[in-house]
């Protein structure tokens, strides 16, 4: 009867691994393009995804406008709108503060930027933490919705092993992969897309092309933003929340984005998936405390053996 | 078509660019050529807005340049390949190319130019899907001229196309810039550091040193020069 079990907590790991992994794939894809794609270092994007829960929360529940949906099609509603809210901020936060530390402006300089963005993304995180500690409290939150407390079983696939599927995380991945795969279209195939990624290339020679660099980088910056809020509002339906949970979200995408090599929309993704992936099936033989140890043993394996990342491609000739 | 009068270009605190004057008159073929450090680099970008000038005027067609966001002027016409290469390492071949004909007029012209530059450089139709980073540089400069064409520019400015190359390839890369501006009709602006190939293809020569025009004239002029014969052209 033991195997049994064993089998059941596998095949449920492994089920939640691959949801939690797909959303952890599409909040890594917002940082992917601000620090894979433009190389901009941005500490800030935690807080970023904090404030797509948090904004989600604010449009479904309560007096919300999207109260009307229900709490079946409500919080997956305001989890996508909560993307276009963060992206417009991202935008003005490009406009005013980060254009400054990045670009054109510092293209030749010694550290392209990267010490002014360190310091500024760094503040605005402080920012936003302690800002959201005032507006919205410090006492947990979550967007309730009864999918998080309902799931599809599979099964008994052997014996009484039986694959539990929740529901909310089967329709936040679902929603995940289909943001993440339009977005992948959008940038490897659009116009707009190819002149964010000549603009991310070379700065320069993108702007004798006729490339308006810092507009398509406050674009890019706020659709960065945006993925990871949207990823946030996801998480939002079966995570409880406060001011400071981008902290433990901050390192988690960073390991993604280096995991599936930087530069690639692709690799952000599956970094996250591998990220999420090993966090869950951890906890089968770790305790919980050790769920984010177990994921830096693995990025270390992996970043050892292949410095690159798992789709990062040299572009350089040898 | 192009007129640069009095410009002066402070980069870094140093005095770059003294007095200079240019003309370029559209059809023509233009060289500027000069030792290292002459200014001539500083010149391109300042025309393409990347440098700010200090004092002076830049015209195209009659329009103020200095008033413009740099990146207007690849709408109105002029495309600048730049001093080593500058390609988009980490797009592909024809990603490259189609970014050059980000402007309008490069747009409508797509289906034309592309075959043209297919036929000026077979090998980047071979190498269409490749990353442009993983070019050699003679390729990664055809690519870079290619996309310069591909914006259907009245004025190509070439920043030292040949640097870099084995000899035999710059030879190829000067005899397609000739053919473009012979078959195209492509208005030339060409900085140069092999003094003797440039002058020859050109209509109109200047020579830059430290920062000031100390010569100009057409080609047959220069090369009845002292100076130029001596320090450019290894001639006595």
Known sequence: MDLEVLIENVLNALAAGITIGCIYGLMCIGLGLIFGIMKIVNFAQGELLMLGMFSSL??????????????????????????????????????????????????????????????????????????????????????????????????????DATVFLNKARMISCAIAIIVAVSLYLVLEYTRMGKALRAAADNPTAATYMGIDTDKVYRLAFGLGCGITAIAGGLM??????????????????????????????????????????????????????????????????????????????????A | MLEVTNLSVSYGGLRALTDVTLSVKEGQFVTVVGPNGAGKTTLFKTISGIVPAASGQITFMGENLFGLHPARRAHLGIAH???????????????????????????????????????????????????????????????????????????????????GLAPAVADTIFERVSQIHKEDGVTILLVEQRVAEALELSDHGYVLETGRMVLDGPYETLLQDDRVRKSYLGLS
């Not at chain 1, 979200?249 to 690799?267: A, D, N, P, Q, R």
């Open chain 1, 58 to 159: 604010y449009l479904v529940t309560g007096g919300g406008i999207l109260a009307f949906m229900g709490p079946y099609i409500g919080p997956f509603v305001g989890a996508l709108l909560a993307g276009p809210i963060v992206f417009a901020g991202g935008c003005l936060l490009h406009k005013f503060l980060i254009a400054r530390v990045s670009g054109l402006r510092t293209a030749g300089s010694l550290d392209e930027g990267h010490f002014g963005q360190l310091i500024v993304t760094l503040g605005i995180s402080l920012i936003l933490q302690n800002g959201g500690l005032i507006l919205f409290g410090s006492s947990p939150m979550t967007v309730r919705t009864p999918l998080a407390s309902s799931a599809i079983e599979v099964g008994p696939i052997y014996g």
């Open chain 1, 236 to 317: 939002a339906t079966y995570l409880s929340f406060g001011p400071f949970v981008g902290l433990d979200y901050v390192i988690i995408m960073y390991s993604g984005v280096v995991l599936g090599g930087m530069g690639s929309i692709l690799g952000a993704f599956w970094g996250g998936l591998t990220v999420g992936f090993v966090q869950q099936c951890s906890a089968l033989i770790l305790p919980p405390q050790l769920q984010n140890a177990a994921i830096f043993v693995v990025f270390l394996l992996i970043v050892l053996l292949r410095p690159q990342g798992l789709f990062g491609r040299s572009a350089e000739r």
């Open chain 2, 81 to 163: 390949v730049p001093e080593g290469r500058q390609v988009f390492k980490t797009l592909t071949v024809l990603e490259n190319l189609e970014m050059g004909a980000y402007p309008q007029a490069g747009q409508r012209a797509w289906h034309h130019t592309l075959d043209r530059i297919h036929t000026l450089f077979p090998i980047l139709a071979e190498r269409a899907t490749q990353l442009a980073g993983t070019l050699s540089g003679g390729e990664q400069q055809m690519v870079a001229i290619g996309r310069g064409l591909a914006c259907a520019p009245r004025l190509l400015m070439l920043d030292e196309p040949s640097m």
